[in-house]
């Protein structure tokens, strides 16, 4: 093996440390351009405008006075399955205050999608969005995941995770925004 020049070593630590640079660079870039991406609380949520399996568009700026509960969902997931009943109690109690309850199902089979209905018999507005385009703009990855959004279009509340919609406090609380 040759023994290596002064220059040959600088221009390889040079060259690692360029290497470095650009790690934490894109590393920042990736971060930062995710953080945009995601429905954050206090800001403005990702406008939308989807159409619900009864017909229905929903878009954030309708609401007037209203109070949005949208949910991410899918019928593969075991949380989601058991959330599902709370979200319905929850949408049964106060739609006739102002509550809209949405729930956004990410499944890529449709078939899977229609059975969870008709077994669950939910009351509330569902959809499908198999290309997950909704649940990526607010930067949507785990299942469930809910958001409330107010009247103004702003997300109140992210709640990651299955959340029991008739818990006392959770009452409560959605109560105190309408």
Not at 43 to 48: D, E, K, V, W
Not at 97 to 110: I, K, M, N, P, R
Request: proline fraction near 4%; include cysteine; hydrophobic fraction near 40%.
């Amino acid at each position: 093996m040759q023994n290596r020049t002064g220059s040959n070593r600088t221009i390889d630590r040079l060259l690692l440390g360029g290497i470095a640079v650009l790690l934490l660079t894109l590393t920042a870039v990736l971060s930062a351009s995710l953080r945009e991406h995601m429905a954050q609380e206090g800001q403005p949520a990702p406008s939308f405008s989807i159409r619900t399996d009864s017909g229905n568009v929903i878009t954030p700026e309708q609401f007037g006075g209203k109070l949005l509960l949208l949910n991410f969902w899918a019928s593969w997931c075991a949380p989601c399955v058991e959330e599902t009943p709370s979200l319905d109690a929850l949408q049964r109690r106060f739609q006739k205050e102002g509550l809209v309850v949405v729930g956004v199902s990410v499944d890529e089979d449709a078939n899977a999608y229609r059975r969870f209905l008709s077994t669950y018999h939910i009351g509330f507005q569902t959809l499908r969005d198999p290309s997950k385009k909704l649940s990526i703009d607010y930067g949507t990855f785990k299942y469930p995941e809910t958001y409330l959004i107010d009247s103004s279009g702003r997300v109140i509340k992210k709640v990651i995770g299955k959340e029991d919609w008739t818990d006392e406090r959770v009452i409560a609380y959605v109560q105190s925004l309408l």
